[in-house]
Antibody, heavy 124, light 107 residues
Framework: EVQLVESGGGLVNPGGSLRLSCVAS????????MNWVRQAPGKGLQWVSS????????YYTDSVKGRFTVSRDNAKNSLFLQMNSLRPEDTAVYYC?????????????????WGQGALVTVSS | DIQMTQSPSSVSVSVGDRVTITCRAS??????LAWYQQKPGKAPKLLIN???TLQSGVPSRFSGSGSGTDFTLTISSLQPEDSATYYC?????????FGGGTKVEIK
């Protein structure tokens, strides 16, 4: 059974940092592009970042470029999102999500498995 | 960036009714479109990929169609468990973008 479990969310002051983790199981993690998608309270879905299976390709939405860094450790079946210089508008539930295609470039990612989400609240 | 516009934003329908949700892309995306269902407090669930392919395990009352800029998600006979918010997502190019969502409620 495919499982994605996020951790690391919490309350942080504006300007602070937080690191989200997502541990995967039930599939060959090293062959899938992985993604972060967020959802502000009561709002819609927003794609945040994608990292290819070999981390050769990495993409970010403009609003987080230079502040967020995505990475992965295929040996530990883990995906990470380092979030720095956090702003109140970054407050959201952050989901890790798997691209449905294996060994593909991230360009056409459609998300077939999602984690339960990690709530990040940026507030003083 | 490719903008995705969904309509309607909400709909109230009776069990057994047919529901049609549309999604329009601001530029052509071929068939690089996915549909998701999200229930309150839960992660989204992939229903349809590449515009019309039903994801494994999804009931056949769900169907998708379209290409280019105009797409449709249809629920042929609404069931109580279909009450949810539905999102389209373009997978043609970065940044990947979602529609604003359509909330489907049961009358």
């Amino acid at each position: 059974e495919v499982q994605l479990v996020e951790s690391g969310g919490g309350l942080v002051n504006p300007g602070g940092s937080l690191r989200l983790s997502c541990v995967a199981s039930g599939f060959t993690f090293s062959t899938y592009t992985m993604n972060w998608v967020r959802q502000a309270p009561g709002k819609g879905l927003q794609w945040v970042s994608s990292i290819s299976y070999s981390d050769s390709y990495i993409y970010y939405t403009d609003s987080v470029k230079g502040r967020f860094t995505v990475s992965r450790d295929n040996a530990k079946n883990s995906l990470f999102l380092q979030m720095n210089s956090l702003r109140p508008e970054d407050t959201a539930v952050y989901y890790c999500a798997r691209d449905r295609l294996t060994l593909s470039a991230p360009g056409h990612a459609q998300f077939d498995y999602w984690g339960q989400g990690a709530l990040v609240t940026v507030s003083s | 960036d490719i903008q995705m516009t969904q309509s309607p934003s909400s709909v109230s329908v009776s069990v057994g009714d047919r529901v049609t949700i549309t999604c329009r892309a601001s530029q052509g995306i071929s068939t690089w479109l996915a549909w998701y269902q999200q229930k309150p407090g839960k992660a989204p669930k992939l229903l349809i990929n590449v515009a019309s392919t039903l994801q494994s395990g999804v009931p056949s009352r769900f169907s998708g169609s379209g290409s280019g800029t105009d797409f449709t998600l249809t629920i042929s006979s609404l069931q109580p468990e279909d009450s949810a918010t539905y999102y389209c997502q373009q997978a043609d190019s970065f940044p990947l973008t979602f529609g604003g969502g359509t909330k489907v409620e049961i009358k």
